[in-house]
């Protein structure tokens, strides 16, 4: 079995504004103390499984960046971004041997405990070199988030110790379902990495997304041509802008999960779940930096350089740049995006 | 009748945390487009009553900036601040002439329509050279302000246009009573400007503040001897903290007011008063600097430099500067200076 991690790294990271910008998207940001960058964190763990290097997806912006923060990587260039059904399937054409086992991991979440975590890997893959599945990581839910879809598994797996079947996807719950699927214990969230032979999730696209499969079948036989670049781009212009989870894994069959519970995993989804990583004060503030709060409760506080005062206010959030201050609610931190379609209007190129 | 003007300028302005400090409160910043600071605005409009120059009474860390900002003032320092019973009796005690009027004007005020204010300045002085009345400025009220105290009118003064006795005076209210008072129409904002002899004054005091005037008449020994300070500091150490209003004006009988309702006055008491300046967009955020705004509604934003953005908030005050940002509600404006105290108990000296 050889295994080859493909990490995605084309991502924007719009809700991390003004922290996260254009020009330094999330992913090449550190939130840990040994000051790593997420994608440097996620390339080192992936080294531990890896055969024999990585291929990291990213957009043409980006691809400097992704060389400084992974050298070692071979870096594969998106003309425009079509969503992760687009970037796996990519990464899938370049595959030499479609037998090799293909580790797609988001280039901006947080494991805290590497060796369970690659233990998991290592079972993921092995699941997927053993039968023709396409393997999902489930977390166990910690509470009831309803910002993540969720995965209802099936029958366990025999022969290996955290694999079940997949019953079904459940895109992101309300709070009351979200509750319900909590507590009946069959229900993990979605993390977004999956373990699958090339060959496996090539067929799974030609059954769901069979434009996308053309257009993957042109790219792979101009790989290594001089026609190369222009074919991707002519595909990429024509191809459908859907996630794999919605265009290909909720339609097939041949699902499995494992379920994972202990490696600490955060998605870093939006700043309440940066947030985890600041310290929390009495009032259960959470503060990074500088920052004083008076008859303030459940405020997260970012600040650089600069005090923070907040005063009187409840669940708010504070995020401080050199050239920038956020403030919103925290049920509002999903559409600090929003900001930045704004910024984008008003064609604020230095804030972007 | 000669009319000496009399500027407060000891305050600390801590309500308008972060951009008032220590080193520069207030009265010493500008709000207008004229770049003037709020005092440097007072002295020209008293200057244009004042008979022979003018004082201004601060304290010793602002007796710099005074100089600076009104060159041509008589300054009186306090050797601690022991509010404005203190203040305007330490002026008091200065008037060679204790038949010269006394116009006690705050230094961080704004008048917008200097002709009428300074025309009413002199009907009040005229007012208070005629009879030994105690003259206060009440401004008709134009919204049930709850941060002001009020004062009820009573019969028109024969003989001047605008001038009333006082049935009594009233402290801030709440919203309820506030209402009633703008609909009786006899109500005003007590404004704390004032109009009185020098030798009215002191009377008052010695009715109500005894032990203050005792202190007074040493102070008025002492002036021009070597022992002048020093007794002005053993003084201000015993006398009490009090101010003119609780401790003079509601207890005498002989109290007129002067109703001012066009000269545009803005006591510029918290943030949401000076915001009055800014501009205004649809949603009704008042704004100076750069910001956008979205889905939010009602707040007050100030931005220095850098760009601030809100996301799905109301009635929330953002204040950026150099060195800090503060955060709170509209409602909770007059307590900034609760932030202020929190820093000073954490002496950060770097942000007081």
Chains 1, 2 share one sequence.
Not at 12 to 23: A, C, E, H, L
Not at 28 to 56: E, H, P, Q
Not at 257 to 279: K, P, R
Request: charged share 25%.
């Amino acid at each position: 079995m050889k295994i080859i991690p493909v990490i995605l790294a084309g991502g924007q990271g719009t809700r991390f504004w003004p922290v996260s910008r254009r020009k330094l998207p999330k992913q090449f940001l550190s939130i840990s103390d040994d000051g790593k960058s997420l994608i440097r964190s996620t390339a080192d763990r992936a080294l531990k499984v890896a055969s024999n290097g990585l291929l990291v997806v990213t957009t043409d912006p980006l691809r400097g960046l992704v060389s400084e923060h992974v050298p070692e990587a071979k870096v594969i260039v998106e003309p425009e971004p079509k969503n992760t059904a687009a970037s796996i399937g990519l990464a899938a054409a370049y595959f030499k041997n479609l037998d090799d086992i293909m580790l797609v991991l988001p280039s901006d979440h947080v494991v805290e405990n590497d060796d369970v975590f690659t233990a998991l890997l290592k079972e993921a893959a092995s699941l997927a070199n053993t039968q023709p599945l396409l393997v999902t990581f489930g977390i166990k839910p910690t509470s009831p988030n309803t910002g993540y879809g969720y995965i209802r598994r099936g029958g366990a797996i025999n022969g290996f110790d955290n694999a079940y079947f997949v019953r079904r996807f459940f895109e992101k719950p309300n709070l009351e379902r979200a509750e319900d699927y909590v507590r009946s214990g069959d229900y993990l969230w979605n993390s977004g990495m999956f373990a699958w032979s090339a060959r496996s999730i090539l067929a799974a696209i030609e059954d769901e997304l069979p434009s996308l499969h053309e257009g993957l079948i042109k790219i792979r036989e101009a790989i290594d041509t001089p026609k190369e670049a222009s074919v991707i781009t002519q595909v990429f212009s024509e191809i459908e802008n859907i996630s794999i989870d919605f265009g290909v894994l909720e339609h097939v069959k041949n699902t499995a999960v494992i379920q994972a519970s202990d490696f600490g995993w955060n998605d870093v989804g939006a700043w309440d779940s940066w947030a985890e990583y600041f310290e929390v004060d009495k009032a259960g503030n959470k503060i990074e930096g500088d920052a004083v709060t008076v008859e303030s409760s459940g405020c997260i506080i970012k600040s650089k350089g600069r005090h923070v005062a907040v005063l009187g206010v409840k669940d708010l959030v504070v995020i401080e740049t050199d050239d920038a201050t956020l403030v919103c609610p925290r049920d509002r931190v999903q559409d600090v995006k929003k900001v930045v379609e704004v910024l984008n209007q008003k064609k604020r190129e230095d804030l972007l």
